[in-house]
C-alpha cells in the first residue's frame, strides 16, 4: 500500500520562474491538503482539495494555486517564484473533509535562486 | 487568529524522560495532534487528543487541557532515534486545517 508520494524530491528554480509540484494521495484518501515549511519552522498551510475543487485556503497570495485530479493526485503552482519561496512543500492525504489523521508525504526541497 | 507556541530546543539524556510541552489560542477547537519529523524527512503522526487527559501510546504519551489552552507530548525511556523535531499542530474551526506551532527540536544526548 503506497503512502503518499510527491515530485519531484529536489528542484531548484531561478527567480520568477513557475513551479509545479506533483502529489499522489494514499490509497483511499480522496482529501489532499499542501503546506509549505521553511528552514526551522513548523508547517504553514496553503490550501485543501477534496472533490476537485479548493474548500480551504491559508494566508497564500494568489500566486499559489492548485488542482485535484480525478483520481485525487493534486498539483500545487507557484508563479513569479520569490527567493522567498524556498522551502520544503508537504502534500497531506486523508479521507474526508472532516479532519482526520493527515498522512505526510516526504516532500519536496524547492530552492529559487 | 491562531497561535500555538513550542520552545524551539530541548535537549535530554538517553534513558530519561523528556516533556514537551505546547499551548494554543485557535479559534475553536477540533483537536491537537502531535507529529515527529526527523530532518529532510515527512511528520510521522504521533497522537491526537480531542478530549482533556492523558493518551498513552507506547513510549509516547500526550495531555490536553482544553481550558487551558494547553498540551505536552511525554517521551519515556528516551532513545537516540528520538533526536528529532517534534510539531504540536491544532485543527481549529476551520475543520480541515492544521495550524502547527515551530516545532521543538529534541536532541537525545548519550
Known amino acids: 500500500d503506497a503512502g503518499v508520494t510527491q515530485s519531484p524530491t529536489h528542484l531548484i528554480k531561478t527567480r520568477g520562474q513557475q513551479v509545479t509540484l506533483r502529489c499522489s494521495p494514499k490509497?483511499?484518501?480522496?482529501?489532499v491538503s499542501w503546506y509549505q515549511q521553511a528552514l526551522g519552522q513548523g508547517p504553514q498551510f496553503i490550501f485543501q482539495?477534496?472533490?476537485?475543487?479548493?474548500?480551504q485556503r491559508g494566508n497564500f497570495p494568489d500566486r499559489f494555486s492548485g488542482h485535484q485530479f480525478p483520481n485525487y493526485s493534486s498539483e500545487l503552482n507557484v508563479n513569479a517564484l520569490l527567493l522567498g519561496d524556498s522551502a520544503l512543500y508537504l502534500c497531506?492525504?486523508?479521507?474526508?473533509?472532516?479532519?482526520?489523521?493527515?498522512?505526510f508525504g516526504q516532500g519536496t526541497r524547492l530552492t529559487v535562486v | 487568529g491562531q497561535n500555538i507556541d513550542q520552545p524551539t530546543e530541548m535537549t535530554a539524556t538517553e534513558g530519561a524522560i523528556v516533556q514537551i510541552n505546547c499551548t494554543y489560542q485557535?479559534?475553536?477547537?477540533?483537536?491537537l495532534f502531535w507529529y515527529q519529523q526527523h530532518a529532510g524527512e515527512a511528520p510521522t503522526f504521533l497522537s491526537y487528543?480531542?478530549?482533556?487527559g492523558l493518551e498513552e501510546k507506547g513510549r509516547f504519551s500526550s495531555f490536553l487541557s482544553r481550558s487551558k489552552g494547553y498540551s505536552y507530548l511525554l517521551l519515556k525511556e528516551l532513545q537516540m532515534k528520538d533526536s528529532a523535531s517534534y510539531l504540536c499542530?491544532?485543527?481549529?474551526?476551520?475543520?480541515?486545517?492544521?495550524?502547527f506551532g515551530g516545532g521543538t527540536r529534541l536532541m537525545v544526548k548519550p
Open positions: 490509497s483511499g484518501h480522496d482529501t
Open positions: 482539495y477534496y472533490e476537485e475543487e479548493e474548500r
Open positions: 485557535t479559534s475553536g477547537f477540533n483537536g
Open positions: 487528543n480531542v478530549l482533556d
Open positions: 499542530a491544532v485543527s481549529g474551526n476551520a475543520g480541515n486545517m492544521l495550524t
Open positions: 497531506a492525504s486523508s479521507l474526508g473533509t472532516g479532519f482526520k489523521k493527515a498522512f
